[in-house]
């Protein structure tokens, strides 16, 4: 007889069901990540408001506040998208700039809120149309990896330099008070 060293063992179907067992406890027995991590925040889970801050000399300031309207906390980070629109829902020149701030991952319970603070110039650039071919109304706002916008009042006036506005990554909270 030639044996080859080899060692031969015989899986029998009790066997395989003992291991299945515990695979499936192993999987089973705790929650997982994906499970208890908070959803993503889209527009169904958020509402928008604008808050202007003080301003000077050709310099304009305001904050966009996120707020979750959901009963379950949600996540998100990064950038909003903005573009004004006039009264007849027509797109107004908007440029947005990103700053090189920090990106963080945000979580936020109900009520919470995250915004996003704005710069804009008050100040015409060379050969830019008179205020009243320009004025916006309305402002739409895509939250981070949305396709969908939220729209809300907008009364804080022109945004010269050819609609460049600058924003920072949304932060925990409502922003300045001043």
Not at 139 to 164: C, I
């Amino acid at each position: 007889m030639f044996f080859s060293g080899r060692t031969h063992r015989i899986v029998t179907p009790a066997a395989l069901s003992a291991v299945a067992a515990a695979a499936l406890i192993g999987i089973t027995a705790g929650p997982s990540q994906a499970a208890t991590q908070p959803v993503w925040a889209d527009t169904s889970s958020l509402s928008v408001r604008v808050h202007a801050l003080d301003s000077g000399a050709g310099q304009r300031y305001a904050t966009v506040i996120l707020t979750n309207k959901t009963h379950k906390t949600v996540r998100t980070e990064g950038y909003v998208g903005l573009q004004l629109l006039n009264s007849r829902n027509k797109d107004v020149p908007t440029h947005v700039v990103r700053d090189r701030g920090r990106v963080v991952l945000l979580t936020l319970k109900p009520g919470q809120s995250a915004y996003t603070r704005l710069h804009w110039g008050d100040v015409p650039a060379a050969g830019e149309p008179t205020k009243a071919e320009k004025n916006p109304t309305r402002l739409e706002v895509t939250p981070p990896d949305s396709r969908h916008h939220l729209n809300t009042a907008w009364k804080l006036g022109e945004v010269l330099q050819k609609g460049r506005i600058d924003i920072t990554p949304l932060a925990k909270g409502t922003g300045p008070k001043f």
